[in-house]
């Protein structure tokens, strides 16, 4: 396909003729709405509205109006557009391009400029130039949408795939890379349009709708020591009518599309195309027919059978309704939501947590497996004291004071004291108390009605947890300054109190499924990243080895918080319905968020935080895991000391020394600004790294990485396979626990399953959850997973090149040893009852809904 350099000959020696060849992605491909774009592309081509290129020196200055930039060669033009017809089906389309090579202006290869004098934008992937004199072949990656050229009030600039600290670039190259980042920027004012490149900061404050009344009013997070919170890409919409601190929300009917810059938003071939209108669907249609029906039947289900027919046949709609759905639902989504013959709703695929037992999820053993192979294995800590502690202010909480005594739990301890089990690190907790206490009354004043918990466990021989006791609490119905009234339940086996114990366990879950959703999911990967990318893409250049190390993992990101935003955690949203704290969830979320520190997000810190691992030199890397079966820590770590390596590696490629960190004034201004801007209302907090020192740009690096890849897949792409099933994993709580000489007591005595029913997620809630989560646990068919990268020539650096095959051929290591782990009959926490393995950390995976796969970044 290439062609060598062409020498013309015309009596003399004539210039060198460089031939390239650029693959993009044609508009009419990409938008299937938009035909036009084609015709009149080719009809600007023929008037010579063309797509020019000019290369750009990275050594030779041209002394013009600009100063001190690369010479820029003649303008060369892309060719055969109007011939080459790209089929719908293919994507891309290669071009040749001609470049004149004037050696003596260019010499060294640093740039290219392009314009695009077309009608519609296109998607730029690469460029390749072949036997460049000197230099060889020369590639640079560009994957960009580039608008036609008047919506920009800068030229287009892409740079090779060589990599220069700020203090080592070319004196031709410097200027450029600084007016890149500078458009990058924006000038902080206006509404972004979608062609826009601005990468700015902006509140929480998108999440209410006052306009449309009280009902929808939400605070503003972030700005604030009430309400702190990472900040998100700012839109520049105008603020709503009735509150100039809110900004104006758009029209769900009318559009999704919200902005972000336009290189974060889904790759063509994505699921989240589907995913977008997917989402809109739940809430536009789903929801309101939903409602609609189920405002006439009997909103509960009788018995788990009942459940388990969602995944059998599905649920028998009103002709009416169905049809309404099939004029509106995007065909792609009806072959998700409707059974093969058209006529029955929501068959959904069976979940995993009940494919080969319809009843091992209702065991001890299971909910305390869940702790530590579940979708939200990151909570569970072992407990240093006896009966556990609180941390509300008794000025202002009253007396928090667990209710748990000996007499609870000693008769299950195998022969021990409590003493002794603690000392022995036996016993462990799951803690939802203190985090639950301060907002308890407001969330049961909602149609939640729901309790803080300590759940306390204790570890047998065979590394299994049992779960000893459970504490479930209320405020004290005189004034939050009373403290808290406590009741403690204990496993029982039969009769009512058996029930009563099921049911105890479900408020359990319940927390647990809220907090996952949150905190563990939502706060601590999607919202906490994002600064981080922000701040990357407006002070570290593409040239930069720490933009490079980390812009794989920051794709997609912002466009599916962008989504978030308009459909998920909004006012009205789906987590407001179908998530125990309602309308209080993202203001919980807020208050928690006060508790968030970088440097605890790292494994290692966070285990040893939680006392789950004792610092031990003669263990894998000075850490034995006290639990030495807890899938998410034993898989975790290797994920986690793999990627540290490969950081290790990239890292000292380019920083050999920690004097280069200190002079690397992107890096600092990148790291400033994340810490002052991006995460502004925690910027005075003392644990955040100096970064003066390699050890320090590593370890900040491994944990970025960790939270985009690994830590975001552990608490995700299990979602369908445990949640799914709701009665496993209920999110929402409708009643209190039955109390003796009731009628809800007497019919938990005589239909115990359907008095389970309903006390937690009602029919509606859970028909609507399980389509979210069934969405949300995909994996998109285009998805680049960790130790991938989307091109082969992303540096030109062979060292750092090296390494990371080193990284891909360590996590296929490791996927071999989790599949010989989840093959080990005596790890019984990899399989459980459910006999489901722990695959959430295996790093690959085919597209769609598998259960295991960790994507480079938030995706979904």
């Not at 192979?373 to 202002?396: S, Y």
């Not at 209710?403 to 004291?417: K, V």
Request: proline share 5%; hydrophobic share 35%.
């Amino acid at each position: 396909m290439f062609q060598n350099i062409v020498r013309c000959f015309n009596g003399k020696e004539n210039k060198n003729k460089i031939k390239g060849i650029v693959v993009l992605m044609k508009k009419n491909v990409l938008d299937f709405n938009d035909f036009s774009a084609s015709i009149l592309d080719r009809v600007h081509e023929f008037l010579g509205k063309r797509v020019s290129l000019q290369l750009v020196s990275a050594i030779n200055i041209d002394n013009g109006n600009d100063g001190l930039k690369g010479k820029v060669g003649n303008v060369a033009y892309l060719e055969d557009w109007i011939t080459t017809i790209t089929p719908l089906t293919s994507g891309e389309s290669a071009f040749s391009v001609t470049f004149d090579w004037e050696e003596d202006d260019i010499e060294t290869l640093g740039a290219f400029l392009i314009t695009n004098n077309h009608h519609s934008e296109f998607y730029l992937r690469t460029l390749t130039l072949e036997n460049v004199p000197g230099q060889g072949d020369i590639h640079f990656i560009c994957n960009s949408w580039v608008y036609p050229s008047h919506k920009y009030q800068k030229g287009r600039i892409f740079f090779t795939n060589k990599t220069y600290l700020p203090s080592e670039t070319p004196m031709a190259l410097l200027k450029y890379r600084e007016e890149e980042l500078e458009n990058l920027r924006g000038d902080g004012r206006g509404t972004l349009q979608e062609w826009d490149r601005v990468y700015d900061y902006a509140y929480y404050n998108d999440l209410g709708d006052p306009d449309k009344g009280s009902k929808y009013v939400r605070p503003v997070l972030g700005g604030s020591t009430q309400y702190p919170y990472p900040r998100r890409g700012r839109t520049g919409r105008p603020p709503s009518e009735s509150d100039i601190n809110t900004e104006s929300r758009l029209n769900l009917v009318k559009s999704l599309d919200i902005y972000v810059p336009r290189d974060e938003r889904f790759g063509h071939l994505k699921l989240s195309d589907f995913l977008a209108y997917a989402l809109k669907s739940v809430v536009q249609i789903l929801k309101p027919e939903l409602e609609s029906l189920f405002d006439s039947t009997i909103d509960e289900f009788d018995s788990f059978e009942d459940v388990l027919k969602l995944y059998e046949g599905g649920i028998k709609l009103p002709d009416g309704i169905l049809k309404d759905i099939k004029d509106h639902v995007p065909a792609e989504f009806l072959k998700q939501i409707l059974s093969t013959d058209g006529e029955r709703f929501l068959k959904y695929p069976l979940p995993q947590v009940i494919k080969e037992d319809k009843s091992a999820w209702r065991t001890d053993e299971e909910f305390a497996r869940e702790m530590l192979a579940g979708v939200n294995p990151v909570v569970i800590r072992c407990l240093q004291e006896f009966p556990p502690a609180t941390k509300l202010d008794p000025e202002v909480y009253g007396n928090q004071t667990s209710t748990l005594r000996r007499e609870h739990i000693e008769s299950n301890l195998d022969g021990l004291t409590v003493e002794e089990a603690i000392r022995q690190k036996k016993l462990f907790l799951l803690d939802y108390h203190d985090a639950l206490i301060p907002y308890l009354r407001r969330i049961n004043s909602t149609s939640s009605k729901i309790y803080a918990s300590r759940t306390i466990l204790f570890l047998q021989k065979n590394e299994t947890l049992k779960p000893l006791a459970i504490e479930l609490s209320l405020p004290n119905p005189e004034g939050d300054q009373y403290g808290a009234v406590s009741t403690v339940y204990t496993p029982a086996q039969q009769g009512v109190e058996n029930s009563i114990w099921q049911l105890a366990k479900a408020y359990v879950t319940i927390n647990d499924s809220g907090y996952h959703q949150l905190i563990s999911h939502w706060l601590h990967t999607h919202a906490v990243i994002e600064p981080f990318i922000i701040a990357a893409n407006r002070q570290l250049s593409a040239l930069h080895p720490i933009y490079k190390l980390l812009h794989p993992h920051f794709r997609d990101t912002m466009n599916i918080n962008a989504l978030a935003r308009q459909i998920l955690i909004n006012a009205g949203g789906l987590v407001e319905t179908t998530v125990f704290p309602s309308k209080y969830a993202m203001e919980m979320s807020s208050v928690l968020y006060k508790d968030w520190i970088f440097p605890e997000q790292a494994l290692p810190a966070d285990l040893v935080k939680r006392g789950m691992v004792i610092e031990d030199s003669t263990s894998p890397h000075g850490l034995r895991l006290l639990i030495k079966d807890y899938p998410y820590a034993v898989d975790g770590l290797e994920i986690w000391f793999a990627i540290n390596t490969w950081v290790k590696d990239y890292c000292s490629f380019y920083y050999k020394e920690d004097d280069t960190v200190k002079k690397d004034v992107e890096l600092q201004s990148w790291w400033k600004e994340l810490r002052e801007e991006g995460h502004g209302d925690k910027k005075n907090e003392p644990w955040w790294p100096k970064m003066q020192t390699r050890d320090e740009l590593i370890e900040a690096c491994t944990i970025i990485i960790w939270i985009a890849s690994a830590l975001h897949a552990a608490v995700n792409f299990g979602q369908y396979p445990y949640a799914g099933y709701l009665p496993n994993r209920p999110t929402i709580s409708r009643r209190f626990m039955p109390v003796q000489g009731t009628p809800e007591y007497d019919e938990l005595v005589e239909f115990p399953e359907k008095a389970f029913l309903k006390t937690i997620t009602s029919q509606l809630q859970t028909l609507i959850g399980i389509s979210l989560i069934e969405i949300l646990s995909r994996h998109s068919s285009d998805e680049v997973y960790l130790g991938q990268r989307d091109t082969l020539h992303w540096t030109s650096d062979s060292e750092p090149l090296e390494a990371f095959d080193k990284f891909g051929k360590k996590l296929a290591e490791i996927e071999e040893r989790i599949m010989k782990r989840n093959n080990d009959a005596e790890l019984k926490n990899r399989f459980g009852l459910v006999k489901l393995p722990y695959t959430l950390l295996y790093p690959r995976s085919e597209g769609g809904l598998t259960g295991k796969g960790i994507p480079n970044s938030v995706t979904i």
